[in-house]
């Protein structure tokens, strides 16, 4: 720690490292105490749309953040998230389901046993979401790790893909096209918010340890980190079945969330807004994949009026649907030609840094006045 | 006699047809630093890249401490006690000086993820450990001050020494070092080669080099091998070495 403690030393103030530790947990303490009001507030105070686009954030960077441990600090591009979004919501929304509501649902056939049977609480149907859809993982990334993990877009894009058929198809399990419906909004801002504080605090622990330091090598280069001990199979499949399973809890969440899933809702489009929200916030940075999710995710609700008609001086504007999606990938093109570091580069926030802009802005102001 | 500590015998390395390797038969004693030469395109870095497992091997076996290495996956080989530096320099040029060091360290990390996640059970005694172990090695190869710069950052020579620091936090028997002078200068070398043998004593390490400084070459190793097109054309001491004909031959034919 004696460098760090030098370094930060000689940019801030005469306190000890200690002092820089306390003063930023109070920070931290403070931060989280104003959100929590925050959250009850909004949660008895905005309107049901609100809180919905504030439910979907959080939901969001819950994937985001998973995404961006695979592809932003272990450097493996994957094409995961729609794919295990999809494993997710099915998941748990099977096990939430109770039998009569089952029965009522499954029309064309009715779901086979023991699953027909089952109906758990949410915790528990979550936490089955993120184990299978990290089992999923799992099985996934023994065979295409083994062979240097190039085929890791493919095979997972292909994943994708094969869900959609099963889906559809798997009609005992799945109820085929109808989806499900009905499922109890048990997803609030206190279970999206709560899972997706964990997610961040887990990611950034891990991301800290040595197992970061790890997958980072990887990243940089594969060979060197392999010549320094490190088991590139094992350390690519640990980055891959923990984002599973935060990409699987936050299916549960969303499916608990909208209340009615359908193969529909997991095409490709999601996995490739994720990319979008990664790649806008700075690859490999958890900091930049919160902002992106934040930022496309409130966006995408900003600009629903270019899909609507609206009339303006006069003019009349049909509105065009999937003008968005053509906003964000023109965004996306111009981050990836002119600002490909995108907001954070792979800088992560610290309560130093933002004392630092906040110093700044503030000379600055004062500078021009 | 001592069993070598590394032993490697008729190496071959094929490259869809052209042979960059044939029949090296190269030991490296215990406590010695042994050289390898050879013109360019000899076939050096190969020979590392097959005792590292980077390269196939063709033919051939290695073996250290007496046992057969030949083909292992390159971690499982770091892990068994090889440590190397890459002639093209390959650090994590994102990450921080103390980082790459640190990431050598991965390998003695007793704390699963999930305690890392938890911040249970020895994961600070472990991040201390290493992060001391890291400052005392950066601290010997005179980089400490750099400790927090971005490793792609450093000037070429820091760069260099930079891979030996992450290579010793491996805590290896053997040390290779695939041309370790390269683009210093003559103080900065003389400097090295002194470091070299103060790591080598202090460490009770064992050390195979290739270099093409030949000063540096006599002055450090205890023996050389020298090699040409992939074959090994000669095998002695510094002095033997340096008034061998087929050497002088070797080397006047290259240029
Ligand atoms: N991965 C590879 N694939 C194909 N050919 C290779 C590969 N690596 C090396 N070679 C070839 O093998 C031969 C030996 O190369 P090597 O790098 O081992 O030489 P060297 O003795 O280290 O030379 P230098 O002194 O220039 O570093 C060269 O002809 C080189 O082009
Ligand atoms: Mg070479």
């Known amino acids: 720690m004696g460098y760090d403690a030098l370094r930060v030393f000689s940019v801030f103030s005469p306190e000890s490292w200690i002092h820089m530790v306390t003063r930023d947990r109070i920070l931290t303490c403070l931060a989280a105490a104003g959100f929590l009001v925050f959250l009850w507030y909004a949660d008895s105070n905005f309107s049901e749309y609100s809180i919905r686009i504030l439910n979907n954030i959080a939901i969001f960077i819950v994937v985001a953040v998973s995404y961006n441990l695979i592809n932003g600090i272990t450097g493996q591009f994957s094409l995961q998230p729609n794919a295990f979004l999809a494993v997710g919501a099915y998941t748990a929304a099977i096990l939430t389901l109770t039998p009569e509501e089952k029965l009522r649902s499954f029309i064309l056939e009715p779901l086979i046993w023991p699953l027909s049977d089952i109906s758990l609480s949410f915790p528990v149907s979550l936490l089955a979401a993120g184990v299978v859809t990290a089992l999923v993982a799992f099985l996934l990334a023994v065979p295409v790790f083994r062979v240097r993990g190039d085929y890791l877009a493919i095979v997972t894009l292909g994943f994708g893909e094969v869900l959609q058929v099963i889906a559809n198809n798997l009609v005992p399990v799945t109820n085929g096209p109808l989806g499900l419906k009905g499922l109890t909004p048990y997803t609030n801002l206190w279970w999206s918010w709560g899972i997706c504080i964990l997610t961040i605090f887990c990611t950034v622990r891990l991301v800290n340890s040595s197992y970061g330091r790890a997958m980072k090598a990887i990243r940089e280069d594969e060979t060197a980190a392999q010549a320094m001990g490190i088991d590139a199979f094992r350390t690519k499949t640990l980055a891959f079945v923990f984002s599973a399973f935060f990409e699987g809890i936050a299916g549960g969440l969303l499916a608990h969330l909208i209340t009615t899933i359908s193969p529909s809702l997991f095409t490709f489009m999601l996995t490739f807004n994720l990319l979008i929200m990664i790649v806008i916030g700075g690859l490999g940075s958890t900091t930049g994949a919160v902002i992106g999710a934040a930022l496309i995710t409130w966006g995408g609700e900003v600009l629903r009026f270019v899909e609507e008609p609206i009339s303006l001086f006069g003019y009349y504007y049909e509105g065009i649907p999937g003008m968005r999606m053509v906003i964000f990938s023109a965004l996306l093109i111009f981050v990836m030609l002119f600002a490909r570091s995108g907001i954070m580069g792979r800088n992560e926030f610290s309560w130093q840094s933002l004392i630092d802009l906040v110093n700044k802005v503030v000379g600055r102001l004062r500078g021009g006045a | ?255």
């Open chain 2, 1 to 255: 006699m001592k069993i070598p500590l590394l032993n490697a015998e008729k190496l071959s390395v094929v490259f869809g047809g052209l042979s960059a390797l044939n029949g090296l038969d190269f030991q490296i004693p215990v406590g010695e630093i042994v050289g390898l030469i050879g013109p360019n395109g000899a076939g050096k870095t190969t020979a590392f890249n097959a005792i590292t497992g980077i390269a196939k091997v063709t033919r051939g076996r290695v073996l250290f401490e007496g046992r057969d290495i030949t083909g292992w996956p390159t971690s499982k080989v770091a892990r068994t006690g090889i440590a190397r530096t890459f002639q093209n320099i390959r650090l994590y040029e994102d990450l921080t000086v103390i980082e790459n060091v640190m990431v050598a360290s991965h390998t003695s990390v007793r704390y699963s993820p999930v305690e890392a996640i938890l911040g249970i059970g020895r994961v600070y005694a472990d991040e201390r450990r290493i992060r001391h172990r890291a400052e005392s090695l950066l601290e010997t190869m005179g980089l400490i001050d750099t400790a927090g710069d971005k490793a792609g950052s450093l000037p070429y020579g820091s760069q260099r020494k930079l891979e030996v620091a992450r290579a010793l936090a491996l805590e290896p028997a053997l040390l290779l070092l695939d041309e370790p002078v390269a683009g210093m200068n003559p103080r900065e070398t003389i400097e090295f080669g002194a470091l070299l043998r103060k790591i080598r004593k202090d460490l009770n390490l064992t050390i195979g080099l290739i270099e093409h400084d030949m000063g540096f070459v006599m002055d450090i190793c205890t023996r050389i091998r020298v090699i040409d097109h992939g074959i090994p054309i000669a095998w002695g001491t510094p002095k033997e070495i340096q008034n061998d004909p087929k050497v002088i031959a070797a080397y006047l034919g290259e240029g």
